[in-house]
């Protein structure tokens, strides 16, 4: 069975920096094109990046320059790093994985809260 | 990377059929046959319905089916149930390596 375990959200005073983690079992992260989406709260979804099993990563122009997308292959794991955190960042995370293809994911976390506040 | 456009609402009957627009641009819906859809009810993570416009993955239901004309793709659940009840979003493939998601439409069985 796939499973996808977000970790790492929190509160988070605006100008700081967060890193979040998906952890994968029953799934190779580095074999699969993985993303990440986010959810304001009572908003809707927003994609936020992606990486291709070759390791490169694309970004939403929204968090370009500021979030970096990565993965350990030993620790079958998805980063997100963010930095320069903003109030409009605050949102739900979810990651999320796919075997076949960079425009649909069968596979998704439950996410992790991300608060941007002073 | 503007939103997809999707009405905020969409009721209907048990038993009945309802459908669920998305409406991209030439750049996007219009472009590519790369549009899908996803289930989320709340607190739950979201769910795939559909992919490549009319695709669906296993295990979903028959009920769902997928289609596309010009710049506007469509949703339609067909026989409706209670536990259809969820909010609803398109998403698709915007070129360069990036994805745009729809505003979402929250679906109620009256």
């Known amino acids: 069975e796939v499973q996808l375990v977000e970790s790492g959200g929190g509160l988070i005073q605006p100008g700081g920096s967060l890193r979040l983690s998906c952890t994968a079992s029953?799934?190779?992260?580095?074999?699969?094109?993985m993303t990440w989406v986010r959810q304001a709260p009572g908003k809707g979804l927003e994609w936020v990046s992606l990486i291709y099993t070759g390791g490169s990563t694309h970004y939403a122009d929204s968090v370009k320059g500021r979030f970096t997308m990565s993965r350990d292959r030993s620790k079958n794991t998805l980063y997100l790093q963010m930095d320069s955190l903003r109030a409009e960042d605050t949102a739900m995370y979810y990651c999320a994985g796919s075997l076949s293809s960079v425009n649909w994911f069968n596979y998704w976390g439950q996410g992790t809260l991300v608060t941007v506040s002073s | 990377q503007s939103a997809l456009t999707q009405p905020a609402s969409v009721s209907g009957s048990p038993g009945q059929s309802i459908t669920i627009s998305c409406t991209g641009t030439?750049?996007?819906?219009?472009?590519?046959?790369?549009v899908s859809w996803y289930q989320q009810h709340p607190g739950k993570a979201p769910k795939p319905m559909i992919y490549?416009?009319?695709k669906r993955p296993s295990g979903v239901s028959n009920r769902f089916s997928g289609s596309k004309s010009g710049n506007t793709a469509s949703l339609t659940i067909s026989g409706l149930q209670a536990e259809d009840e969820a909010d609803y979003y398109c998403?698709?493939?915007?070129?360069?390596?990036?994805?745009?998601f729809g505003g979402g439409t929250k679906l109620t069985v009256l």
């Open positions: 029953g799934f190779t992260v580095s074999s699969n094109y």
């Open positions: 490549e416009v009319s």
């Open positions: 998403c698709s493939y915007a070129g360069s390596s990036t994805l745009v």
């Open positions: 030439s750049s996007d819906v219009g472009y590519y046959n790369l």
